[in-house]
């Protein structure tokens, strides 16, 4: 956990009800990133990710295109100190 970070990405577009969340998860499953994803109110989609900072990366990278269906306009993206507290990555409801 030394070398981890965290990540939060808020992705702004067409992003909900197009399987954003369920790729999402696997992307990250398969990266070993611990964390979630979850659909926000204001139509968003909030992911909070824990890993190598490379594998983070990759999931950024993700997020900007999203699955085919998703059109993203925007990423906002936070960089922290990992807080160790995530043991696999989930879908939060």
């Known amino acids: 956990m030394v070398d981890e970070k965290r990540v939060e990405i ?4 067409l992003v909900q009800g197009v399987f ?16 979630t994803v979850r659909n926000m109110r204001d139509g968003s989609v909030e992911i909070i ?6 594998k983070l ?5 993700f ?3 999203g699955p085919s269906s998703a059109k993203v306009y925007d990423t906002q993206i936070k960089w922290e100190q990992a807080k160790g507290d995530m ?5 939060s409801f």
């Open 10 to 13: 808020k992705v702004i577009g």
């Open 20 to 35: 954003f969340r369920a790729t999402t998860r696997d992307v990250a499953r398969k990266l070993g990133l611990k964390g």
């Open 49 to 54: 990710a824990e890993g190598a900072e490379e």
């Open 63 to 65: 997020a900007k295109q």
């Open 57 to 61: 990366n990759q999931l950024i990278e």
């Open 87 to 91: 043991s696999y990555f989930r879908i």
